[in-house]
């Protein structure tokens, strides 16, 4: 079965080494949903056809993902066009901003599953993977990332207790939650484990 996959976490989680790691797919596809004064334009897709994923948003910038995308009318259209034109694909979403919201996303989810249901679409497993390294991980991670710039510690410290918080919000409302400690994997082998996971629960009943 193909699936839906939100991952989440606050800065420094490792979130965004997923589709990075995508980034190397000769095959890879940018596909503008939009139209402004009449050129392509937002919201984007990321098609990474090698790996037979389909990221919401673009990665060419330092912050990437869905939070290049401006609203949740921009979200729920690129998530629409992802799921109905690759029904071969995997769906992936991620992203800072989103990491933090719980029931907006959670009807969401429960919103797609009934629309798939009622009109004979294409399922897709639900799979929401919080990543959650221990806290003191995340800010050394975001402070050598920043130069040893100054970081609001707070600021990333509320994230971290709000996305490890939600991982049982999620399992009570039904979905598969996973909360992952991505300290324990080195970067080079986060998209293989990722995959690895999503395996794993691909063909599960």
Same mark, same amino acid.
């Given at each position: 079965?193909? %699936?839906?996959?939100?991952?989440?976490?606050?800065?420094?989680?490792?979130?965004?080494?997923?589709?990075?790691?995508?980034?190397?797919?000769?095959? %890879?596809?940018?596909?503008?949903?939009?139209?402004?004064?009449?050129?392509?334009?937002?919201?984007?897709?990321?098609?990474?056809?090698?790996?037979?994923?389909?990221?919401?948003?673009?990665?060419?910038?330092?912050?990437?993902?869905?939070?290049?995308?401006?609203?949740?009318?921009?979200?729920?259209?690129? %998530?629409?066009?992802?799921?109905?034109?690759?029904?071969?694909?995997?769906?992936?979403?991620?992203?800072?901003?989103?990491?933090?919201?719980?029931?907006?996303?959670?009807?969401?989810?429960?919103?797609?599953?009934?629309? @798939?249901?009622?009109?004979?679409?294409?399922?897709?497993?639900?799979?929401?993977?919080?990543?959650?390294?221990?806290?003191?991980?995340? %800010?050394?991670?975001?402070?050598?990332?920043?130069?040893?710039?100054? @970081?609001?510690?707070?600021?990333?410290?509320?994230?971290?207790?709000? @996305?490890?918080?939600?991982?049982?919000?999620?399992?009570?409302?039904?979905?598969?939650?996973?909360?992952?400690?991505?300290?324990?994997?080195?970067?080079?082998?986060?998209?293989?484990?990722?995959?690895?996971?999503?395996?794993?629960?691909?063909?599960?009943?």
């Amino acid at each position: 079965m193909r %699936l839906l996959v939100n991952i989440r976490g606050c800065n420094g989680a490792g979130k965004s080494t997923v589709p990075m790691s995508m980034m190397n797919d000769k095959r %890879l596809e940018v596909i503008p949903l939009g139209e402004k004064n009449g050129k392509p334009s937002a919201p984007y897709i990321t098609v990474f056809h090698s790996y037979m994923w389909v990221a919401l948003g673009t990665y060419f910038n330092k912050t990437g993902g869905m939070d290049t995308l401006k609203n949740n009318e921009d979200t729920q259209k690129a %998530l629409y066009y992802a799921w109905t034109h690759y029904p071969d694909y995997d769906v992936l979403m991620e992203g800072i901003i989103a990491s933090t919201i719980k029931s907006t996303y959670a009807n969401l989810f429960t919103d797609y599953e009934y629309w @798939v249901k009622t009109r004979n679409i294409n399922p897709r497993r639900i799979i929401i993977m919080s990543f959650v390294p221990p806290i003191e991980v995340c %800010l050394a991670r975001v402070q050598e990332r920043n130069g040893g710039k100054e @970081v609001n510690n707070a600021a990333i410290i509320s994230k971290w207790l709000t @996305v490890n918080r939600n991982v049982d919000y999620f399992r009570q409302e039904g979905f598969i939650s996973l909360r992952i400690d991505t300290n324990k994997c080195p970067k080079e082998r986060m998209l293989h484990n990722f995959l690895k996971t999503c395996d794993k629960y691909r063909g599960r009943d």
